[in-house]
């Protein structure tokens, strides 16, 4: 049963205990919840709250897109979103990163395929899910509304998936009001969680998946890594999927005496700000030159790299082979290099850190790691100088292992460490950062996480709270009322 909005909005002046794994995002909600009454929703109004993460991208550096595989696990950092039914067919949503009262942080949605999508505005991704599931589920049976506030603990555009994270929220949002998943068209194009997650990828490229036919996405070319990580994460477990199409390889345990500390550097890495074309420049490579060896090779399709590699007979001949036909070519050396580093990070790197993982093999998953890092750096020429420079610190520091993740061009770094030690190493970690780069002090952030559950929706441990979260003399007057 949901709870009121006004219930939930003053569970934070009560006493008592919380469950451990909402403590620390308690108050976001409470916030959102607030927000909510602000916009004259009345207080009896029942309300469904979500929790969205963010992810980590251990290793499988812009590997999705071109059929590849990654380590991922969700974080303890994302989005509280809370929803409450309208009885229209508009979606109304307030940004908890605005002031109340800001009307900048309030947009309304209509629920049609024909809505305007704003760029360069903090409501993309919410308008452009709205349309595409518009687009897909609404043509039959019109969708129905949501008020809906969005509250957030990542940092903003780090490289941990906000944008895909926004996605999958709206998916959940309108699933849960329109019963998305019961309807046959949902039933019949996406069968299998696998699917689902390759659908919220092309909510965000804008690409088509089986029937269900795409829209204009938000201007990127990237697969769905960031979405099955975030909805397929579970607790204290890393997980391998390869894509295109998407697939579970692996699941690995990650051992509990180890933490992932995580630093955010500041500097913005928005993928469709003024760094899309160079993002996209990364994967417009490798699909050229997956059609380069597909048309050399007579194949008579368009494959991506890891097809290639397999139709090759897989390994260093297979890489060899492909490298010497993209070196032919006229821009050669910039295809080349793109498979090279796609070649290393996905036949070497995230099986190898994988198995390292398995195995606790720290100083092989170091080592790994290590070569991950550079290899992206050479074949993307996606970093800057904070995110080469907090891998290298973290390791001179005493880091199992450390690299960047995420689309590039700013963002974060992740770097392993013994949970006992965390404490200490995140603040001598942070501290030489701001030696080094003291412009990054009033953006930066640094926090740790282990593996995180993935993409819920949380009210029936928010009931369990408010039951418990009462004052006493509430609990006292029940208890007298029941005798």
């Given at each position: 049963m949901a709870l009121s909005l006004g219930r939930l909005a003053n569970l934070l002046d009560t006493e008592g205990s919380q469950p451990s794994w909402l403590s620390e995002k308690f108050s976001l909600i409470v916030q959102a919840a607030r927000r909510l009454l602000d916009l004259d929703i009345q207080e009896s109004t029942p309300c469904r709250i979500f929790w969205i993460p963010g992810r980590i991208e251990v290793v499988g550096k812009h590997t999705d897109y071109a059929g590849g595989r990654s380590l991922l696990c969700?974080?303890?950092?994302?989005?509280?979103?809370?929803?409450?039914?309208?009885?229209?067919?508009?979606?109304?949503?307030?940004?908890?990163?605005?002031?109340?009262?800001?009307?900048?942080?309030?947009?309304?949605?209509?629920?049609?395929?024909?809505?305007?999508?704003?760029?360069?505005?903090?409501?993309?991704?919410?308008?452009?899910?709205?349309?595409?599931?518009?687009?897909?589920?609404?043509?039959?049976?019109?969708?129905?509304?949501?008020?809906?506030?969005?509250?957030?603990?990542?940092?903003?555009?780090?490289?941990?998936?906000?944008?895909?994270?926004?996605?999958?929220?709206m998916f959940m949002v309108l699933d849960a009001r329109n019963l998305l998943r019961q309807r046959p068209e949902f039933q019949a194009s996406l069968p299998t969680?696998?699917?689902?997650?390759?659908?919220?990828?092309?909510?965000?490229?804008?690409?088509?998946?089986?029937?269900?036919?795409?829209?204009?996405?938000?201007?990127?070319?990237?697969?769905?890594?960031?979405?099955?990580?975030?909805?397929?994460?579970?607790?204290?477990?890393?997980?391998?999927?390869?894509?295109?199409?998407?697939?579970?390889?692996?699941?690995?345990?990650?051992?509990?005496?180890?933490?992932?500390?995580?630093?955010?550097?500041?500097?913005?890495?928005?993928?469709?700000?003024?760094?899309?074309?160079?993002?996209?420049?990364?994967?417009?490579?490798?699909?050229?030159?997956?059609?380069?060896?597909?048309?050399?090779?007579?194949?008579?399709?368009?494959?991506?790299?890891?097809?290639?590699?397999?139709?090759?007979?897989?390994?260093?001949?297979?890489?060899?082979?492909?490298?010497?036909?993209?070196?032919?070519?006229?821009?050669g050396e910039a295809l080349e290099a793109r498979f090279k580093q796609f070649f290393t990070e996905n036949e070497e790197c995230v099986p190898g850190v994988a198995e390292a993982f398995s195995v606790a093999d720290e100083a092989s998953l170091g080592a790994i790691v290590d070569?991950?890092?550079?290899?992206?750096?050479?074949?993307?020429?996606?970093?800057?100088?904070e995110t080469r420079w907090l891998p290298a610190e973290a390791r001179r520091l005493g880091a199992i292992a450390a690299s960047a993740f995420g689309a590039g061009f700013g963002g974060s770094v992740w770097a392993l460490v013994h949970a006992t030690e965390s404490s200490d190493f995140i603040c001598k970690w942070k501290e030489a950062y701001l030696k080094e780069f003291p412009s990054r002090a009033s953006t930066c952030e640094f926090f740790t996480t282990a593996p995180a559950p993935g993409a819920c929706e949380i009210t029936a441990d928010l009931n369990h709270m408010a039951t418990r979260k009462r004052k006493p003399r509430e609990a006292a007057e029940q208890s007298s009322q029941a005798a």
């Amino acid at each position: 049963m949901a709870l009121s909005l006004g219930r939930l909005a003053n569970l934070l002046d009560t006493e008592g205990s919380q469950p451990s794994w909402l403590s620390e995002k308690f108050s976001l909600i409470v916030q959102a919840a607030r927000r909510l009454l602000d916009l004259d929703i009345q207080e009896s109004t029942p309300c469904r709250i979500f929790w969205i993460p963010g992810r980590i991208e251990v290793v499988g550096k812009h590997t999705d897109y071109a059929g590849g595989r990654s380590l991922l696990c969700a974080i303890n950092r994302g989005f509280c979103v809370l929803a409450t039914d309208r009885q229209d067919a508009l979606l109304r949503a307030v940004s908890l990163q605005f002031k109340a009262g800001d009307k900048d942080g309030i947009v309304e949605v209509p629920l049609t395929t024909s809505l305007e999508v704003r760029q360069n505005h903090w409501s993309l991704y919410i308008t452009t899910a709205a349309r595409r599931l518009s687009q897909n589920f609404g043509q039959k049976q019109q969708l129905l509304g949501c008020d809906v506030a969005i509250a957030c603990d990542l940092p903003p555009a780090s490289g941990m998936s906000t944008s895909s994270a926004l996605i999958c929220a709206m998916f959940m949002v309108l699933d849960a009001r329109n019963l998305l998943r019961q309807r046959p068209e949902f039933q019949a194009s996406l069968p299998t969680d696998e699917v689902f997650y390759e659908y919220l990828g092309c909510i965000e490229n804008g690409q088509s998946c089986g029937d269900l036919t795409g829209d204009r996405g938000v201007g990127t070319f990237g697969g769905s890594e960031d979405h099955t990580a975030i909805m397929a994460s579970q607790r204290g477990t890393l997980k391998v999927f390869s894509y295109k199409p998407t697939r579970l390889e692996r699941s690995i345990k990650m051992p509990p005496h180890l933490l992932f500390a995580v630093a955010s550097s500041g500097l913005l890495a928005e993928k469709t700000g003024d760094k899309m074309e160079s993002y996209n420049d990364a994967a417009t490579l490798a699909l050229n030159a997956g059609r380069i060896v597909a048309k050399d090779q007579g194949w008579g399709e368009d494959v991506d790299l890891a097809t290639c590699i397999q139709r090759c007979g897989g390994g260093l001949d297979a890489c060899d082979r492909i490298a010497k036909i993209l070196r032919a070519q006229p821009a050669g050396e910039a295809l080349e290099a793109r498979f090279k580093q796609f070649f290393t990070e996905n036949e070497e790197c995230v099986p190898g850190v994988a198995e390292a993982f398995s195995v606790a093999d720290e100083a092989s998953l170091g080592a790994i790691v290590d070569r991950s890092q550079s290899a992206g750096d050479a074949g993307l020429q996606n970093l800057v100088a904070e995110t080469r420079w907090l891998p290298a610190e973290a390791r001179r520091l005493g880091a199992i292992a450390a690299s960047a993740f995420g689309a590039g061009f700013g963002g974060s770094v992740w770097a392993l460490v013994h949970a006992t030690e965390s404490s200490d190493f995140i603040c001598k970690w942070k501290e030489a950062y701001l030696k080094e780069f003291p412009s990054r002090a009033s953006t930066c952030e640094f926090f740790t996480t282990a593996p995180a559950p993935g993409a819920c929706e949380i009210t029936a441990d928010l009931n369990h709270m408010a039951t418990r979260k009462r004052k006493p003399r509430e609990a006292a007057e029940q208890s007298s009322q029941a005798a």
